[in-house]
């Protein structure tokens, strides 16, 4: 038995029950969220230059675990995709949205990879000239282009899911099966939340980040 363990939550309970009144109705669920929340309050503290305290909010610290964490899976799927015909992550996601859909418009393929419009049309650029995706006119719209894997990219596709699966399983690191679900959960709220602003009002939240909204202050 890990004794230490077993003595600091001790002393954790001590505090809890010193926190609170004599008599107050409390239990097990109560105890967990305060020892949850001082924990967060314990490591929230970042040290500056000078080895100061820096005070940072959750969410400031949620940003950079996330962020982190995207810069880690880039670095694993680099590794992954050389000596394939698939140059970086995004390429790979552009070509299994294609797989999933079908056939999308560019505009539908770039929306769903959450890039602007720049950085979507140079990634499909450099898919077709790998010839691997295809594109032809739109019948309801000829000024439209309608995208779809070529065979050439179907096969080259399939021949990189063991590597990408590699990366997926590696990312997800020590976590436990219930953990996941649990990460999966709150993932999936998060993206639900953010895909509603970048389809239907992204415009409006770029514009309140450069401080250009309504009720922006004056610079």
């Known amino acids: 038995?890990?004794?230490a363990l077993l003595n600091s939550l001790v002393a954790q309970l001590e505090a809890f029950e010193k926190e609170h009144q004599a008599g107050a109705q409390t239990d097990i669920a109560d105890f967990a969220a305060w020892l949850g929340n001082r924990v967060l309050r314990e490591r929230k503290g970042v040290k500056q230059?000078?080895?100061?305290e820096l005070d940072v909010s959750i969410e400031t610290e949620i940003g950079r675990k996330v962020i982190k964490l995207?810069?880690?899976?880039?670095?694993?799927?680099r590794n992954a995709l050389q000596h394939t015909q698939i140059q970086s992550s995004e390429e790979f996601s552009?070509?299994?949205?294609?797989?999933k859909h079908g056939q999308l418009k560019k505009t539908e393929l770039i929306t769903k990879n959450i890039h602007e419009k720049p950085t979507g049309m140079e990634i499909i650029r450099r898919l077709l000239n790998a010839e691997l995706i295809d594109q032809q006119d739109d019948p309801a719209d000829q000024r439209s282009k309608i995208l779809k894997l070529t065979p050439k990219g179907r096969g080259v596709l399939f021949q990189v899911f063991k590597k990408m699966e590699k990366v997926s399983t590696l990312a997800s690191g020590n976590l436990s099966r219930e953990e996941k679900h649990d990460l999966l959960y709150l993932l999936s709220k998060l993206d639900d939340f953010h895909d509603h602003l970048f389809t239907t009002d992204r415009k409006n939240i770029y514009a309140d980040l450069r401080g250009?909204?309504?009720g922006s202050p004056d610079v």
Do not use: F, K
């Open 1 to 3: 038995m890990n004794y």
């Open 49 to 52: 230059a000078d080895n100061t």
């Open 70 to 77: 995207n810069r880690y899976v880039r670095l694993y799927s």
């Open 94 to 99: 552009y070509l299994a949205t294609l797989l």
């Open 212 to 214: 250009e909204g309504p």
